[in-house]
């Protein structure tokens, strides 16, 4: 079994719609969660990150985590064409320890 | 500020030779990461530099072997050349070990 699990899509949606990503783990371990923006043949770019439990939101975007479940989600709201790219979700447990990433979802959001 | 920088951009090598990958990190960051990513696939961690020292290494052979200066750059090197090796190679830098910030990459083919 993987220690992070990403439904690799891939994922179509209309120009608008609300996008809902999603990881499983199984490490304890990890505290920090992170998700990575990947446009195709480009370097993952850092979207926004999050500390153990709970909601993060940054613009259009909004993390949550619930380490009782295991499972974190990355919510897109008015989603645009330029969304369109590989998403990554991350995990650490923190300090130097290493970040360990998911297979990506390619989401493709159709004008 | 320049972000994380990565040469060369694309390179063609041959079964059985070497090759050095060379990565500067972002202003103010002091840790190097590498990461291997195959096609459809997340980044695998290769492992870690700071202050000039290998700190953690994932499950990567003797091949892949590495080195960071004095001004935090990097350097990947890859012996004895395999097909399986091609794949995108990150580089990725820290200034606290989880928020990791990726340079644009280096795709490397072997034939």
């Known amino acids: 079994q993987k220690e992070v699990e990403q439904d690799p899509g891939p994922l179509s949606v209309p120009e608008g719609a609300i996008v809902s990503l999603n990881c499983t783990y199984s490490?304890?371990?990890?505290?920090?969660f992170m998700w990575y923006r990947q446009y195709s043949r480009k370097g993952p770019e850092l979207l926004m990150y999050?500390?153990?439990?709970g909601n993060k939101e940054d613009g259009r975007f909004t993390a949550q985590v619930d380490k009782s479940s295991k499972y974190i989600s990355l919510f897109i709201r008015d989603s645009q064409p330029s969304d369109s790219a590989t998403y990554l979700c991350?995990?650490?447990?923190?300090?130097?320890?290493?970040?360990?990433f998911g297979t990506g979802t390619k989401l493709q959001v159709i004008p | 500020d320049a972000g994380v920088t990565q040469s060369p951009t694309h390179l063609i090598k041959t079964r059985g030779q070497q090759v050095t990958l060379r990565c500067s990190p972002k202003?103010?960051?002091?840790?190097v990461s590498w990461y291997q990513q195959a096609l459809g696939q997340g980044p695998q961690f290769i492992f870690q530099?700071?202050?000039?020292?290998?700190?953690q290494r994932g499950n990567f052979p003797d091949r892949f072997s590495g080195h960071q200066f004095p001004n935090y750059s990097s350097e990947l090197n890859v012996n004895a050349l395999l097909l399986g090796d091609s794949a995108l190679y990150l580089c990725?830098?820290?200034?606290?070990?989880?928020?990791?910030?990726f340079g644009p990459g280096t795709r490397l083919t072997v034939t």
């Open positions: 490490n304890s371990a990890f505290q920090y």
């Open positions: 202003s103010g960051h002091d840790t």
């Open positions: 530099y700071y202050e000039e020292e290998e700190r």
């Open positions: 991350a995990m650490s447990p923190g300090g130097y320890q290493k970040v360990t």
């Open positions: 990725a830098s820290s200034a606290t070990g989880y928020e990791q910030y």
């Open positions: 999050t500390y153990s439990s």
